[in-house]
């Protein structure tokens, strides 16, 4: 995979899912270059686990 992309490369799946009927009604996809791929987070233990780290990385920024 390319990591480093100008805004326009960054922005075409996005573009492309909003506008492409190739993918009208297509929901809840991990979507990388127009091509769906398989999510890690798909399963409890996963989900529990992003769910654990997204905690800890706001805690610091939760209001008591």
Do not use: M, N
């Given at each position: 995979h390319k990591l480093l992309r100008s805004p326009e490369q960054g922005a075409d799946t996005a573009v492309w899912?909003?506008?492409?009927s190739a993918v009208a009604g297509a929901t809840g996809g991990f979507y990388f270059d127009r091509r769906e791929l398989p999510c890690e987070f798909r399963d409890r233990a996963h989900e529990e686990r992003l769910w654990s780290i997204c905690q800890h990385h706001t805690a610091a920024t939760q209001l008591a």
């Amino acid at each position: 995979h390319k990591l480093l992309r100008s805004p326009e490369q960054g922005a075409d799946t996005a573009v492309w899912l909003a506008t492409s009927s190739a993918v009208a009604g297509a929901t809840g996809g991990f979507y990388f270059d127009r091509r769906e791929l398989p999510c890690e987070f798909r399963d409890r233990a996963h989900e529990e686990r992003l769910w654990s780290i997204c905690q800890h990385h706001t805690a610091a920024t939760q209001l008591a």
